[in-house]
Each structure stands twice: as structure tokens, then as C-alpha cells.
């Protein structure tokens, strides 16, 4: 069972940053795929960035050289850092932590951080 804190929500301007962190409890943090999405009023979830155990990034079209996920299996701890904020980028951000392997289907989510871009 893992556990997902997420953290570093709130309230910014257009252009400002904002980092996000999920830290993790139980063990095996650095065998899991790790994701973060958001939830924008009225949409449906999106998948934001990813990074893998082998430490492979993806992002979103909408946020690719704005948006920078990392990792510290030291920490359990995935980051997402976040510049050039748009208002388009307000949204519930949610933390991801998924393994799939013969006989381990592994998929859990953090409780969600606001992230308001206003000015």
C-alpha cells in the first residue's frame, strides 16, 4: 500500500511558479511510475507529466518547456516545478504512483492540491 501526500498549491500570477511535491509512505517508492494530472473545472483529468523508475520524462503538449517533473527515491518524493503559469494551468493537481507487472497492478492517488493562476 502507498500513501500520496501532495503539497505547494495556491494562489499565483500569470508568469509566477509554483512547486509542486508528493511524498510517499511505504516502501518500493522507486519501482513505481509516477505522474502527476490535473482536473480543470469542467474537464475531465489529464495526464500533466510522468516520469518512470528509470527516470524517463513525459509531458503534455500544453505544458512541455514550462513544466519539469523530477524525482528523489532518497525523499520518496516526485516534484513537479511549474513557470510561466497560465490561468489555463488552474486546476486540482493530483499525484500518481502506478506499477503494472505480472500479478502486481499497482495504481494510487494523492487527495489533489489547488493551483489557482490569477491576477
Known amino acids: 500500500q502507498v500513501q500520496l501526500v501532495e503539497s505547494g498549491g495556491g494562489l499565483v500570477q500569470p508568469g509566477g511558479s509554483l512547486r509542486l511535491s508528493c511524498a510517499a509512505s511505504g516502501s518500493s517508492f522507486s519501482r513505481y511510475t509516477m505522474g502527476w494530472y490535473r482536473r480543470a473545472p469542467g474537464k475531465q483529468r489529464e495526464l500533466v507529466a510522468g516520469?518512470?523508475?528509470?527516470?524517463?520524462?513525459n509531458y503534455a503538449d500544453s505544458v512541455k518547456g514550462r513544466f519539469t517533473i523530477s524525482r528523489d527515491n532518497a525523499k520518496n518524493t516526485v516534484y513537479l516545478q511549474m513557470n510561466s503559469l497560465k490561468p489555463e494551468d488552474t486546476a486540482v493537481f493530483y499525484c500518481?504512483?502506478?506499477?503494472?507487472?505480472?500479478?502486481?497492478?499497482?495504481?494510487?492517488w494523492g487527495q489533489g492540491t489547488q493551483v489557482t493562476v490569477s491576477s
Open positions: 500518481n504512483a502506478f506499477r503494472r507487472l505480472p500479478g502486481i497492478d499497482d495504481d494510487y
Open positions: 516520469i518512470t523508475s528509470g527516470g524517463s520524462t
